[in-house]
């Protein structure tokens, strides 16, 4: 077939092409010819008729020549060619030089736009709250960071991390939203690097969080961090207060070396099996752990207030309208649910529960107790308890351990997982003959594996997600995670009975695709540890606080029957309710109603209600109590001072019994 020649337009557009190709000095010779071809025939038509035209011919041409010259600044000076000739080399001097001085100005205003843009200068900030690391936890961090600075004027979270600045900042606000008076800054750069951690003003700064990357090597990078912030440190030691978290328990003593004595390093797998193992035997408790960790509920705060100095801790406890007491801050250590008869020393510091750090008010409740309203005590049944584990996990050893703990005598963990039966009967060989451990092996996304099992049997369900395999989508694990809570929806609807039923999930996005009943226990990891950290570095207490909480024994939340606390079926005020608790040697900080319990977006939880607040109360009502275990004595600062305890006779008679307004029993021992 006879090729089509290409027609003479293509040809010129060839052509036009290749000359251009040639470099610069192609470039500024079309324009040359360009510039000339537009401006010579507007000049002579121009200087033909004007009324005033030479009459010579060449006058005109040199009038054209003139013409010419002022309007591509050439000069236009006439005469002989000399002086033509140095005209038009004065002319192109003076161009080359406005062209270099706007071409030199033009690339120093764009450079320091490109600088701008990747974020490489330095923060001259203040009091600000620095945030190193990108990972799924640092949307969580900075909303937090951002309601937490909603009532503070001038406050700032600057965000350093290996990535884009402006690929940081579109994500950060797409996700988080408007920051409202807080000022979010990104700065680009590897937070290892002491010379560009230096652009944050660690040393001037509030606080420093050190987030996890989400790769393996994530808790080396952190010790990394961390040595570099010791690095950028100024000759007298000073810097801010800093707030890390690992993975490994392995890099644990390597990150608090590095940290140093003011910074706290938070063990993310511990703490996130711990509260699932404590969700497992008391269903909805995750509402609680996330209505205090969010800034936007309740939270810890210390208050002082100097007219409870003197007063005994039970006293406290109806001494505030709108908080909750829940302990003493001595010596600069918490001390939760203190025994009710210990007095309030000068120096001390009451941890209360509060919409903000200075909305705790005074108030006498005590006016609001009823007494005749206030009921007996019951005695708790202590029968074994049986928990099924769906998937495998790094976490899954912890809880089960976690769980084991404080599970009753003769308690079963049935593990269903595809993993070697091995490697779970050695992560439940803890040693403690008081619980076992049955393993299953099977897919637990397959019906036929659950089918098998006696779902009614069990008093909750762990479902977990599966670690990624090499190559394997990160979003994976809650894939297979949502496939498992659908297979096992589909059991519960066989059976008629709704389970109780804890899931981890590492995306907060996929918890409105979970198919669980309102209200149940969903534990996202990643947006946990966030949470915490954030609390965590505005107060530097709560890390005592929440490590006492989260602990396998001890002191904790609780969710206990409101039976218990009141006759059911009549009306009584929150503060009868606090004051039953306070003779059972526990804090009341809220409750759940049981009517409410399936509906968005408090599924029946009240965290610090109004002492005031009256209702009617039932037998499914719950009770949110900060407690001991019922058989471990509570443990008090080093530096308690004797003094500061009341210790009468009736008191030390009553001791060895459990008087209830002295605790859980004997006089706690010193750390």
């Known amino acids: 077939m006879e090729q089509r020649r290409p027609g003479v337009g293509a040809r010129a557009r060839y052509w036009f092409d290749t000359t251009l190709a040639r470099g610069t000095s192609a470039l500024v010779g079309w324009l040359v010819v ?39 600044r050439l000069g236009g000076t006439t005469g002989t ?15 080359v030089y406005v062209s270099t001085l ?97 652009l944050t003003s660690p040393a001037t700064a509030h606080s420093v969080l050190v987030l996890p990357p989400d790769d393996a090597r994530g808790d080396a990078d952190v010790v990394k961090t961390l ?22 328990s392995g890099y644990l003593l390597a990150a608090r070396l590095a940290a140093g004595e003011h910074g706290i390093v938070v063990e993310s797998d511990t703490v996130t099996a711990r509260l699932i193992a404590q969700a497992a035997r008391r269903p909805g408790l995750s509402l609680v752990h996330r ?62 529960i509060a919409a903000d750090d200075d909305t705790a008010e005074l ?37 089960l351990r976690e769980w084991g703990r404080n599970a009753p005598p003769g308690s079963v963990a049935d593990v269903v997982a595809d993993e070697d039966e091995t490697t779970v009967r050695t992560a439940c060989d803890t040693g403690d003959a008081g619980w076992t451990c049955v393993h299953r092996r099977g897919d637990t996304t397959r019906p036929e594996t659950l089918s098998g099992l006696d779902i009614a049997s069990y008093d909750s369900v762990v479902v977990l997600g599966q670690e990624p395999r090499p190559g394997e989508s990160p979003e994976e694990p809650d894939n297979r995670t949502l496939v498992t809570l659908l297979v096992l929806r589909h059991l519960e609807q066989r059976i008629g009975r709704e389970l109780p039923v804890v899931t981890e999930l590492t995306d907060d996005g996929n918890r409105p695709l979970a198919p669980l009943g309102p209200g149940a226990d969903v534990i996202i990891s990643g947006k946990l540890i966030g949470l915490l950290m954030a609390q965590i570095s505005q107060n530097r207490h709560l890390a005592a606080v929440f490590d006492e909480l989260f602990s396998a024994g001890g002191t904790q939340i609780h969710l206990r029957s409101a039976a218990d606390y009141v006759l059911p079926g009549q009306e009584a005020s929150f503060a009868t309710v606090v004051a039953a608790a306070r003779d059972r040697g526990e804090c009341a900080i809220g409750y759940r109603g049981h009517a409410d319990a399936g509906r968005a977006p408090g599924y029946g939880l009240r965290v610090n209600p109004p002492k005031a607040d009256r209702r009617r109360w039932t037998t499914g009502d719950e009770v949110v109590v900060i407690a001991g275990d019922g058989h471990a004595s509570r443990s008090v600062p080093r530096s308690r001072d004797p003094r500061h305890e009341r210790h009468d006779g009736a008191d030390r008679g009553d001791r060895l019994g459990g008087d209830a307004r002295t605790g859980d029993g004997a006089d706690p021992p010193t750390r």
Request: some cysteine; charged content about 20%.
């Open 34 to 72: 360009v510039c000339l071809a537009l401006v010579v025939p507007a000049s002579a038509v121009l200087v033909w008729t004007a009324p005033h035209a030479p009459a010579t011919f060449s006058g005109k041409l040199a009038r054209v020549w003139r013409l010419t010259g002022e309007t591509l």
């Open 227 to 248: 040595l570099a912030l010791r690095a950028t440190q100024s000759g007298d030691g000073a810097t801010a207060p800093v707030v890390a978290a690992v993975r490994d």
């Open 102 to 198: 706007v071409g030199l100005i033009t690339t120093g205003l764009t450079e320091r736009l490109i600088a701008l843009r990747r974020g490489r200068s330095t923060l001259l900030e203040h009091g600000h709250v620095v945030v190193l690391g990108w990972s799924e936890q640092v949307f969580t961090v900075v909303s937090e960071l951002v309601a937490a600075g909603a009532n503070q004027r001038g406050s700032a979270v600057a965000v350093l991390a290996d990535r884009d600045k402006t690929a940081m900042e579109e994500a950060l606000y797409s996700k988080v939203g408007p920051t409202g008076r807080t000022r979010l800054i990104c700065r680009s750069g590897p937070s290892t690097d002491p010379a560009v951690l230096a």
């Open 291 to 352: 209505e205090l960790l969010d800034f936007a509920g309740d939270e810890f705060y210390p208050a002082s207030h100097p007219s409870l100095v003197g007063r005994d801790f039970g006293d406290v406890l109806l001494s505030y309208g709108n908080a909750s007491a829940v302990g003493l801050i001595r010596d600069g250590v918490p001390w939760l649910n203190p025994p009710a008869r210990t007095v309030v020393g000068p120096d001390d510091r009451i941890i209360v």
């Open 363 to 399: 108030a006498d409740c005590t006016g609001l107790v009823e007494e005749r309203l206030m009921a007996g005590p019951r005695p708790r049944g202590t029968r074994p308890e049986r928990v099924l584990v769906l998937g495998w996990n790094r976490r899954a050893p912890l809880i």
């Open 81 to 95: 060619p000399l002086r033509v000739l140095l005209s038009v080399l004065l002319a192109l001097v003076a161009l």
